[in-house]
């Protein structure tokens, strides 16, 4: 199913004339350097074609002729068409190891005999005759002496090609070798009988088309988190053949539909708008036709693009806002919607979850995700909650490697899913408010719709345990205690103007976990507190207030479980904002 829907998503953009996704045989790939030469080999210099994107220089993405995948102990024989990293074209090792020179000269030698190996029609085109001269003519020793060469060997596998002087294109873009890329692919792609198959070439039913043709032996690499692996592999001899099949012939998908998922999965990747990347999960998104939603959803989970302020018209902008503020009308549209997680796993690319909707059944499901995270909040804060600020709120530093293992994409699929968020969601925002006593709005707004979801999915009949302000008539034990933990430090603030250190700094983890310990003490210290207030009407309101909280409280409980700490986190946030929010509000 999934590999059906990225082949529909490849077929519905190339029947774009406005898409720039990749033909069959070709594939979009950067080129951060270039060598340019001119028709007759000489060379002219070592071209950097990397620009600023945000906070990275990224190379310029040119139509290539499509990579092959390298694996096994010769897999260095296999080189690519007119373009390879920096060990193929110019004998780079990584180091001066004997392991890594023997592999650089293998690499460069197959590299040459690739050149060699090209057909007649090719070698009469003036940029690729300009190639095997510039090697005739000892040219790599004048790139390396360059002033940019340095910064070429910085980058991992750094991929390069040439560019003849006067040509705005690469070589590999030429006209000439594009055509002769398009006249193999059409070769290749003819039907086939039974009685061509060979022990090289095996022809079957695709799972994907259910045309027969010739079977991909193995699937193309998809980058994905500084990592690079296929979506469906198999290892040689690992237990997992059926009837002598190896590899990939184990799931039979014709080479041309083999192409097409793949280059869907790797437009998805690369796009903008339609993937986000959540803790270690990477999630992409697409609809069985073009809908209004694909862009849309990023607004659920991410801001604004910050190296482009300026990128959202006002349209776009009012759009963002409106599903914060609760006016966004979900789409009545039965269009199939598509959502799908991954990480990279040791052998192969793993599938974090898979969620198959319509349009409004996606839409109704973020829409309540939005409303749980409701809560009230200072004035003037951005009211938006993407997921990257939810996760970072729980993690140590708010560094994005502190975020729990598996946890952004266990959260994403209880959203898609419209299931409790995941227990260990509501633990870390727990624990990390004990750890800094520091109740933030979306470790608020995060605790509330954790218990309001699994509120709601034990008992349907109730809509909204917490609400978005405080709630006077929520008589839950935690929630009252953590109302009353509030109150007490506003009286010991207002006591004690410029104090330092509050009860919270000291007590917040004792209150809101073992309550009998330290609201003996706390209610003793109020006294005291309350007897320095200067203003008669303060002491007033506060013993009233305390009055009308700890009304049918009989005793402070010895223990509150995980869930009644999160509802004391909200009673304490509530009543805090209460106090700072004026009345006419």
């Known amino acids: 199913m999934i590999l059906q829907a990225l082949k529909e998503y490849y077929d519905r953009k190339a029947d774009d004339p406005n898409s720039d996704i990749a033909p069959e045989g070709f594939e979009k790939k950067e080129l951060p350097f270039l060598v340019v030469i001119k028709p007759d ?6 071209e950097d074609t990397r620009e600023q994107v945000g906070k990275r220089l990224t190379g310029k993405a040119y139509l290539l002729p499509r990579s092959c995948v390298r694996t096994g102990s010769r897999s260095y024989e296999k080189t690519f068409l007119l373009w390879d990293h920096i060990g193929y074209l110019f004998r780079f090792s990584k180091t001066d190891g004997p392991d890594d020179r023997k592999k650089a000269v293998n690499q460069h030698q197959a590299w040459l005999n690739s050149l060699q190996a090209l ?13 095997l001269m510039f090697y005739e003519t000892n040219g790599m020793e004048k790139v390396k002496a360059t002033s940019n060469w340095s910064e070429c060997v910085k980058l991992p596998s750094c991929n390069m090609s040439f560019r003849l002087a006067g040509d705005t294109l690469p070589i590999p873009c030429r006209p000439k070798v594009q055509e002769y890329v398009r006249s193999f692919v059409s070769q290749i792609s003819e039907n086939h ?21 010739e079977i991909a032996k193995t699937h193309g690499r998809t980058p994905i988190n500084k990592d690079t692996k296929s979506l469906v592999a198999f290892q040689k001899n690992s237990g997992y053949d059926s009837y002598g099949k190896v590899q990939c012939y184990n799931a039979p998908v014709c080479k041309s539909a083999e192409f097409a998922y793949t280059t869907a999965l790797n437009t998805l990747l690369k796009s903008r708008s339609q993937r986000l990347q959540i803790a270690t999960a990477t999630t992409v998104f697409w609809s069985a036709k073009k809908s209004q939603f694909e862009s849309v959803m ?19 902008k009012a759009l963002y806002d ?19 997680g991954l990480s990279p796993n040791a052998a192969r690319i793993a599938v974090r979850f898979w969620k198959v909707g319509t349009v409004k059944e996606i839409g109704t499901r973020l829409k309540r995700h939005v409303d749980d995270l409701a809560i009230i909040h200072a004035p003037g804060l951005n009211p938006a909650l993407p997921m990257w600020k939810l996760l970072r709120s729980i993690a140590v530093r708010e560094e994005d490697k502190n975020i729990p293992p598996n946890l952004g994409g266990d959260t994403m699929r209880s959203i898609l899913e419209g299931l409790p968020y995941p227990q260990t969601l509501l633990q870390a925002a727990v624990r990390r408010i004990r750890a800094e006593h520091d109740i933030t709005y979306p470790r608020a707004a995060l605790i509330k719709a954790c ?26 034990i935690g929630y009252r205690l ?15 103007p410029g104090i330092n250190a509050t009860i919270r700094d000291k007590f917040y983890g004792a209150a809101s976990s073992t309550p009998v310990t330290v609201f003996g003490n706390l209610m003793r210290l109020k006294n005291h507190h309350i007897a320095k207030l200067e203003h008669q009407g303060r002491r007033v309101f506060f013993e009233k207030l305390l009055g009308e909280i700890l009304d049918g409280i ?16 909200i009673g304490y946030y509530h009543q805090t904002q209460s106090f700072y929010t004026p009345k006419k509000q």
């Open 322 to 340: 409106s599903i914060w503020n609760g006016t966004y009308v979900i789409p009545d549209d039965d269009t199939r919607f598509y959502v799908l």
């Open 41 to 46: 080999g000489q060379f002219v210099n070592l």
């Open 119 to 131: 057909p007649n029609e090719l070698k009469q085109d003036e940029g690729v005759a300009a190639i």
């Open 482 to 496: 953590g109302r009353l933990f509030a109150s007490l430090e506003k009286i010991q603030t207002e006591a004690n």
């Open 451 to 476: 218990i309001n979801r699994s509120t709601r999915f034990k008992n349907p009949t109730i809509k909204e345990e917490l609400k978005v302000t405080l709630d006077p008539q929520n008589t839950n």
């Open 554 to 569: 009989d005793d402070f409980p010895p223990h509150l479980d995980m869930s009644d700490q999160g509802r004391f986190a």
């Open 298 to 316: 990023p607004f659920f989970f991410s801001e604004p693009p910050r190296d482009d302020p300026d990128k959202y018209t006002d349209a776009v």
């Open 193 to 213: 009988d039974k009685k061509q198959e060979t022990k090289t070439r095996i022809f079957a039913h695709c799972l994907i088309t259910g045309q027969y043709g």
